[in-house]
């Protein structure tokens, strides 16, 4: 699969680190039938450029290109409160010269809070040029072309990003982790029998399965929803994937089969707690000194933890879970995943 003829921006100049959690595995393994686990590995996806690291900046290396070649002077993109994605897309404007602004979709009612810490307190301080909220279940892509109008307006020109970077060309990114890991397993000697990614946008997973697909890497990959169920998840994921094929010119028709989700481990709703999450942070930081973020990776994690007590992965499988990140939105949430049963976002 030849990337090359993509235009692309580099701000990650090194491969992330593959790596054992040999105190993580011990602890889960007590916890699952029989007192066996899988053996979990890591992706450090959460140690990519742009500060401080996480998955959408794979995309952006993409996306960013783009808008550059197109003679963009700002990015426009959209997220919740909190949003990774509206953070990372800032730090890449910022390293480019670029301005930024973002539509806000306040998922749940009056979450959003300029003065928050986490970030919100990025977006301050890298300084975005403009916000605007609206409600949960507003016309994204219509909020996201007026604030381009407007911008057009000012005699500029704005390159818009879709929400999570999730769309073909942003999903060449996670096509360039495939063959990173692949390269990475092959030197390591290490042999991986299941991937665990979270499945939100659907950028990242389907990014991957076009990857896996295309590069031969026969490893079955599960996406843990972070916002929804399966059956509203995996046709999202399914025409990610099969876009990023379209886009890369591969005669190759992504099957459901192709496309593995989980659900119930993001309930009440997106981006509000639960206990699972809660449990999943504490565990990877006490035994390996690894933060998750509460929103996506803490409840990812919370998934792989459920599924290995269901005995859904066999005893001793190598597992690899791709961290992407979030780590900004951990402050934001300080007192619940310290495990005070009163905290609210």
């Not at 794979?58 to 550059?68: G, Q």
């Not at 942003?170 to 063959?179: D, K």
């Not at 990614?197 to 972070?226: E, K, Y």
């Not at 459901?256 to 930081?285: R, T």
Request: aromatic letters at 6%; proline letters at 6%.
């Amino acid at each position: 699969m030849d990337l090359s003829r993509f235009p692309r921006r580099r701000y990650t100049p090194f491969a992330t680190p593959l790596e054992f959690l040999p105190n993580f595995t011990k602890a889960l393994a007590a916890s699952c039938p029989g007192g066996q686990g899988p053996e979990v590995w890591i992706k450090r996806d959460d140690m990519l450029g742009l500060f401080p690291g996480g998955n959408k900046t794979r995309k952006l290396e993409f996306l960013v290109a783009d808008a550059l070649a197109q003679g963009a002077d700002t990015l426009v993109t959209c997220g919740a409160p909190q949003s990774n994605h509206c953070r990372i897309t800032l730090a890449a404007a910022v390293k480019e010269g670029l301005k930024c602004r973002f539509v806000i979709e306040e998922r749940v009612p009056d979450s959003y809070d300029v003065n928050a810490s986490g970030n919100n307190f990025m977006f301050r301080l890298m300084g975005v040029e403009a916000i605007t909220v609206v409600p949960g279940g507003s016309n994204m892509a219509a909020a996201m072309q007026k604030m381009a109008d407007e911008v057009a307006a000012l005699g500029r020109k704005a390159y818009i990003i879709p929400g999570g970077g999730s769309n073909a060309i942003g999903g060449l990114g996670y096509v360039a982790c495939a063959q990173e890991l692949q390269q990475q397993l092959f030197e390591q000697g290490v042999q991986i029998d299941r991937v665990v990614v979270g499945s939100g946008s659907s950028g990242t997973h389907g990014g991957l399965v076009a990857g896996f697909l295309g590069n031969h890497i026969n490893i079955p990959i599960v996406g843990i929803g972070v916002s929804r169920d399966p059956a509203d998840q995996q046709p999202l994921v399914l025409k990610e994937a099969q876009a990023v094929c379209g886009l890369l010119g591969l005669d190759i028709t992504v099957r459901p089969q192709d496309v593995v989700c989980v659900g119930g481990y993001w309930q009440p709703k997106y981006s509000v707690p639960n206990a699972a999450m809660v449990e999943a942070v504490q565990l990877l930081a006490r035994t390996e000194g690894i933060p998750l973020d509460p929103v996506y990776t803490g409840k990812i994690m919370a998934g792989l933890i459920g599924l290995a007590r269901q005995g859904y992965f066999k005893p001793g499988e190598k597992l690899l879970f791709l961290h992407t990140g979030g780590l900004p939105s951990l402050h934001a949430y300080e007192a619940v995943v310290l495990g005070d049963p009163a905290a609210t976002r």
